[in-house]
C-alpha cells in the first residue's frame, strides 16, 4: 500500500516537471532564437518477486516474472533544435541563420559564449554587440559615416563610406557549429556554453561545412508551436490529477485497513 503512494508520488513529481518545462517554452514562444525543450523520463526500479523462468514446482517454469514498478523519474530535458521561422525586420543589423550554427560571443570574462539571437546593436565605439551588449567575436567595427551596410550570406559585412565608390569591407562574421548541439549548457539570455557533451566548437564561414547561412533584416523567431504546448498542458495536468487520485485511493484504502477490528 505504501509502495503505491510512493509511485503515485512520483508521478505527479514527473508532471510537475513537465508542466514547468512547458511553462518556460509559452513564456518564451516570443524570444528570438529560443529553442524549445522536453521532458523525458524513465520508469524506476522494479520489485521482483518471481522472475521470469522460475520454477513453479512438478518441473515447470513460470512463462513470465512477477515484477511490479516504482514510479518514473526525470531523465533529461532535451531541446529541439528544429529551425524556427525567419521574420523579416527591415533592420539591416538584424540577421537570422538559416540552418546550422550559432553566433560566436565574448562575454565580459572573456569566454566565450554561443547564441542563435541575430538582434544586432552598435555599441558607442560602433561594435556590433547583442541586445545585452557583448561583443560579437571579432570585434566588427561599423564606421560612424558608414551607409548601406550590407551583410552577405557567406558573413561578409561590407559598407559604403564617404570617398570611396565601391563598398569596403569592414569584417566578416563566422559561425561555430557542434558535433552534438544538444549538448550545450543554456546560460539564459539565449546564450549556450559549449561542454564536453556538446564536443568543441568549430568555426567556419557560413554556408560551408555543413553552416547555415546568414540572412540580412531578418530575425529567427522561437520554434515554439504554441498548440502543442496547450496539449501538452492539458495531458500534463491530467496525468498529475490522475496520479494523485491514486494517492487518495491508497489513503482511504489505509484508512479502512486501520479501522479493522
Request: glycine share 12%; net charge negative; aromatic share 4%.
Amino acid at each position: 500500500m505504501f509502495r503505491s503512494l510512493a509511485t503515485a508520488a512520483s508521478g505527479m513529481e514527473a508532471q510537475q516537471t513537465k508542466l514547468d518545462v512547458t511553462a518556460n517554452n509559452i513564456a518564451n514562444v516570443s524570444t528570438n532564437g529560443f529553442k524549445k525543450a522536453r521532458a523525458e523520463f524513465a520508469d524506476l526500479m522494479y520489485q521482483t518477486q518471481r522472475p521470469a523462468g522460475a520454477p513453479t514446482g512438478n518441473g515447470a517454469n513460470a512463462p513470465t516474472g512477477t515484477e511490479i514498478g516504482l514510479g518514473t523519474r526525470l531523465v533529461t530535458t532535451a531541446r529541439e533544435l528544429g529551425q524556427g521561422e525567419l521574420h523579416t525586420t527591415g533592420n539591416p543589423l538584424d540577421i537570422a541563420i538559416e540552418g546550422h550554427g550559432y553566433l560566436p560571443v565574448t562575454l565580459p570574462s572573456g569566454e566565450t559564449a554561443y547564441t542563435r539571437n541575430g538582434a544586432l546593436q552598435l555599441n558607442a565605439e560602433g561594435r556590433l554587440v547583442t541586445s545585452d551588449g557583448y561583443s560579437i567575436a571579432g570585434d566588427i567595427t561599423i564606421p560612424p559615416e558608414a551607409q548601406a551596410i550590407a551583410i552577405a550570406a557567406d558573413g561578409t559585412i561590407s559598407a559604403t563610406v564617404p570617398g570611396d565608390t565601391q563598398p569596403v569591407q569592414l569584417g566578416k562574421l563566422q559561425l561555430a557549429t557542434f558535433a552534438n548541439p544538444a549538448g550545450l549548457a543554456a546560460q539564459g539570455g539565449t546564450l549556450f556554453r559549449e561542454t564536453s557533451a556538446s564536443g568543441a566548437a568549430v568555426l567556419g564561414t557560413p554556408g560551408e561545412g555543413g553552416a547555415g547561412a546568414i540572412r540580412q533584416s531578418m530575425l529567427e523567431v522561437s520554434n515554439v508551436n504554441v498548440v502543442e504546448e496547450m496539449i501538452d498542458l492539458i495531458s500534463g495536468q491530467r496525468a498529475y490529477e490522475i496520479n494523485s487520485r491514486v494517492i487518495k485511493a491508497a489513503d482511504e484504502m489505509l484508512g479502512q485497513t486501520a479501522q479493522l477490528r
